[in-house]
């Protein structure tokens, strides 16, 4: 069997699983001080003061700095945005609040102490004057007249306005449609909740200049460039950025905030190694939140019950400042995704970023996607209502076939490939889904009631494999997406590959291994995978948006094929044969029909290094470095059915099975896919049912702890039911479309979808998540059956 | 800020230290002893991941002060393999079911369900869900942690 597709055990584990994995916060440095931030308890204030006098002389602190400090010592200072929109506004962020702050937890001022507890001590010392201002938290109330503003340059505190699409067909569409159906809903606003919080551990080398930065990263380059260009000035080459063990990330150890870059500025400024750590609830008030959308949207049919048009408006919240790749995130990385799995001739979206006082929204484990698919798949049973139709029957009518492909979208993707009837198909079957449509009808037509009885459907798409860079440059990136891998063959044949990959739990050290074995024919033991340093790997753009495979394993692939065609010229040579009559089969390079003419792995790789015999125009060496860049998005899909139950006399929902088909194309590690899997339906099941980050009206975040953020835990779930259809990604090497989102992109909307089913006799539309049992028993009051 | 003696045992030797009465078992374990595999995650005792073993009790280290384990002994996941080549039984469970993908909770999970598995032996789906429902885990969705635990116990049988 090929190491290639097979469940093989992770490498990573036997250290992980015996406390010998090293995160941030396991590190230290002789001499280090340790960080604690001053910040805002209020959403929204003027800042008249800062008395730091009392602070800094507290037992053990070695200095206390203020945003006056960082603008004296000349450096940059701030945290900019990556991703540029037509007339986005783009206020200054600035790693300390000057004279004002604009959401709790805005960093004021930072105290470096001899242990984290002085530390600690001392911030309370710090005095600032506060002149509290009304703040606005809400996406669609920061647009409404009379609004406290954020920012005199942001006027409605819009961000960007922003559309896709053709308006005028799609509004002709549903002037012509037989029927149409409207939905109002909210996408709440939800908590990262990395398991390991946010911390960085800086040590600046006064002698050589130099910096040194481990932190919490999915992508140190990325961190290493903006810290050059915008926050510390260093030329990239002085700054080294290691991610060592990352406890999880989902998004939000990709983004550049200021605390790791007030860590670094302090190093530098004090010269001696400096820790910050975050609190649990410190990363709850700045970590980059997800969602927090408001929308309205329409669904228009003809008289066969056939899509005709889609609309959307949505007020997106961007919090107070614009964080790394925010403003794609309910823009490209969300309109795109409008026309989900169907034939839709006619789609508009329209979206609104506001400013609030409330963390930044950034990129959340399927970033924009998730509210898309949610959209798309609640207006798919709303559309099913409105023509009189099942709504599995509903999808299958307006399904693009798996004849269409490549198939153009109107909402700028191509898909490459698909077939989504067979994942629909797939998923009735294995949930038994006419079985139970005919118990959810036995239970609705029994006078004694009883629990109520729903089934949802979410047939998702997502673009990921992110992302090709000119395609991206074009609609605003400020970086190019692709990946890149050094492959080193060592003389005696082992292999090293650096990636630009940077895995926190992902298990590219395994799934990577597997490529190299499967390419060159040699053992998984032979083969070491390098990432997350920037001092040992060649640039790379790192791992999210589902993109280490299809992306970072495609540049791996790039390597190894330019390994091999080297590998063949010298076994051509030495074999006295012509390059094109050598193939490359199982670790050895053979005269194709000349049996027994053949140079194996190792006797070829020692030439190389050996370099006595080469052809004339070959270098000695083995070793090769690729930047792969996608020629398009990759285009993962399924249909996920979620089945629950609801006790209408206390709200309470029980799920009773959770069943997923999905396709990710050919899967390296079956086993790794389907953990992937599971966590992002986890991560999505938390959004429906128990995940909302809220804020008062005054800006205070009230979920700000683990004590009332309610996170899934293992007996809230279910055992799911997976299934999988292949269809290879034609476009890449490896045939890989990615896994890491899909879950989480796909679980909202099926759970949705069931709990408004079961309401249905209610006569109730729409329940916004999370669907908490009093939400439910409300609603349940307000209606009649 | 006064200062205390403490002597522990941790994982079978013996460690004196004069330490802050406010400082945390978590803290003391980490940062005193330099056992990091033990991970603060919430340091308000909600997420699991400080988990250790308290006189064979699980207990969350970042809910004790390092000087009530003063004459105790503890266990953390750095003493749960018996040696360097060997995993642990449940280790090598989580190994083969794949229990854990950042591994940030793992050692909380581990401390959690070793004492578990000793008094539940042979426990049902279920019964291991409501045991892990003390630890967060945001990677995995819990069905590999739960197969390993079954694992684990199906080969204790």
Redesign the interface.
């Known amino acids: 069997m090929s190491v290639l597709g097979s469940s093989i055990k992770r490498r990573e584990d036997p250290a992980l699983i015996t406390g010998k994995g090293k995160y941030t916060d396991d590190f230290s440095a002789p001499g280090m001080l340790h960080a604690v931030m001053v910040r805002s308890p209020f959403g929204h204030a003027r800042v008249k003061a800062i008395d730091i006098a009392a602070a800094a002389g507290a037992p053990g602190v070695a200095a206390v700095y203020t945003a006056a400090n960082i603008t004296a010592s000349g450096t940059p200072g701030v945290i900019p945005t990556a991703w540029l929109l037509p007339n986005l506004k783009t206020p200054a962020h600035t790693l300390l609040a000057t004279d004002r702050v604009r959401y709790v937890g805005h960093p004021v001022a930072v105290l470096l102490a001899e242990s984290r507890a002085a530390a600690t001590d001392a911030a309370a010392l710090v005095k600032v004057d506060y002149e509290p201002l009304p703040a606005v938290v809400d996406p669609k109330a920061a647009v409404a007249e009379g609004a406290p503003l954020l920012y005199d340059e942001a006027p409605g505190n819009i961000a960007f306005d922003w559309e896709l699409g053709d308006k005028a067909a799609t509004d002709a569409a549903f002037s012509g449609a037989a029927k149409t159906a409207t939905l109002t809903f909210r996408n709440n606003r939800t908590l990262p909740h990395a398991i390991e919080p946010r911390a960085a551990l800086a040590a600046w080398d006064s002698e050589n200049g130099k910096l040194t930065l481990t932190m919490t990263s999915q992508n140190p380059h990325v961190h290493r460039l903006l810290m050059t260009i915008a926050s510390l000035g260093l030329p990239e080459h002085k700054i080294r950025v290691i991610a060592p063990e990352v406890g999880g990330g989902f998004g939000s150890k990709i983004h550049h905030y200021a605390d790791e870059a007030i860590a670094a500025w302090c190093s530098i400024q004090i010269k001696r190694p400096v820790k910050w750590t975050a609190t649990r609830t410190e990363s709850n008030l700045t970590d980059a939140h997800g969602r927090d959308h408001w929308s309205t949207a329409g669904i228009a049919i003809d008289g066969d019950g056939k899509i005709v048009g889609l609309r959307i408006e949505t007020h997106a919240a961007m919090g107070a400042y614009l964080s790394t790749f925010a403003p794609a995130v309910p823009t490209y990385l969300y309109g795109t995704l409008f026309s989900g799995q169907y034939d839709i001739p006619a789609i508009h979206v329209h979206v609104i970023g506001t400013f609030t006082n409330t963390a930044p929204v950034d990129a959340l484990r399927g970033a924009g996607r998730p509210e898309a698919t949610f959209a798309v798949e609640r207006m798919m049973d709303a559309g099913a209502a409105a023509a009189g139709l099942d709504p599995a029957e509903f999808r299958r009518r307006n399904f693009i076939q798996p004849d269409a492909f490549p198939y153009q979208t109107q909402v700028a993707l191509a898909y490459d490939s698909g077939n989504y009837p067979q994942a629909l198909d797939k998923a009735l079957k294995l949930a038994d889904y006419d079985g139970l449509r005919a118990r959810q009808a036995e239970r609705r037509a029994d006078p004694k009631g009883g629990k109520l009885l729903g089934i949802g459907l979410s047939s998702y798409i997502e673009a990921c494999g992110i992302a090709p860079s000119a395609v991206v440059g074009s609609l605003g990136a400020q970086a190019g997406l692709w990946e890149s891998a050094k492959v080193r063959v060592h003389p005696s044949g082992s292999v090293t590959v650096y990636s630009g990959s940077c895995a926190h739990g992902q298990g590219h050290e395994t799934t990577f291994s597997q490529i190299v074995s499967d390419r060159l024919g040699i053992d998984m033991d032979q083969i070491d995978i390098v990432q997350g340093d920037t001092e040992e790997v060649q640039f790379g753009m790192g791992t999210y948006g589902s993109r280490s495979a299809a992306v970072g394993g495609s540049a791996i692939v790039k390597s190894l094929d330019k390994i091999i065609a080297k590998g063949k010229k010298i076994a051509a040579h030495l074999l006295e044969a012509s390059v094109d009559d050598i193939e490359f089969e199982n670790g050895e390079f053979k005269v194709k029909g000349s049996p027994g003419q053949a140079k194996a792995w190792g006797e070829v790789v020692l030439n190389a290094y050996l370099a006595h015999n080469l052809p004339e125009d070959l270098e000695p060496g083995l070793e090769e470095t690729s930047f792969y860049d996608p020629a398009n998005f990759t285009y993962p899909f399924g249909t996920h059915v979620a089945i629950v139950e609801i006790d209408p006399e206390t709200g309470e929902i029980e799920i009773l099975r959770y069943v997923a088909v999905d396709d990710c194309g050919n899967q390296i590690n079956p086993m790794i896919v389907e953990g992937q899997i599971h966590g992002g339906i986890a991560h999505g099941l938390g959004q429906a049912l128990w995940e909302e980050a809220r804020y008062d009206e005054s800006g205070q975040l009230t979920s700000g702890t683990l004590l009332d953020y309610a996170l899934p835990r293992a007996h809230h779930l279910v055992t799911y039911e997976l299934e999988h259809t292949v269809t290879p990604c034609p476009h890449n090497p490896l045939g890989v479309k990615g896994i890491g989102e899909a879950g989480a992109i796909a679980s909202p909307a099926a759970v949705a979808n069931a709990v408004c089913d079961a309401l249905k006799p209610f006569g109730v539309d729409h329940v916004d998540m999370p669907f908490t049992p009093e939400k439910i028993w409300r609603t349940l009051q307000g209606r009649g059956s | 800020m006064s200062r205390h003696s403490v002597s522990t045992e941790v994982n079978g030797r013996l460690y004196e230290r004069e330490v802050?009465a406010?400082?945390l078992l978590s803290d003391f374990l980490?940062?005193e002893l330099g056992?990091?595999?033990?991970?603060?995650?919430?340091?308000?005792g909600?997420?699991g991941?400080c988990t250790v073993l308290l006189d064979g009790e699980p207990v969350r280290s970042c809910l004790i002060f390092a000087v009530q384990a003063d004459g105790r002994k503890l266990a953390?996941?750095?003493g749960?393999?018996s040696s360097p080549d060997e995993?642990h039984p449940l280790?090598q469970a989580?190994?083969?079911a794949?229990g854990?993908?950042?591994?940030?909770?793992?050692?909380g999970i581990?401390m959690t369900m070793v004492p578990f598995l000793e008094e539940n032996p042979a426990p049902t789906?279920?019964q291991?869900?409501?045991a892990?429902?003390?630890?967060?885990?945001?990677?995995?969705?819990?069905?590999?942690?739960?197969d390993a635990v079954l694992l684990a116990a199906e080969r204790r049988a």
Do not use: K, P
């Open positions: 802050d406010r400082l980490r940062h056992l990091t595999g033990t991970h603060v995650g919430c340091e308000h909600v997420c991941a953390t996941v750095e749960l393999a995993l280790q989580f190994r083969d794949h854990l993908q950042c591994g940030f909770c793992t050692a581990l789906e279920t291991v869900r409501e892990l429902s003390g630890n967060l885990c945001r990677c995995t969705g819990y069905q590999h942690i739960v």
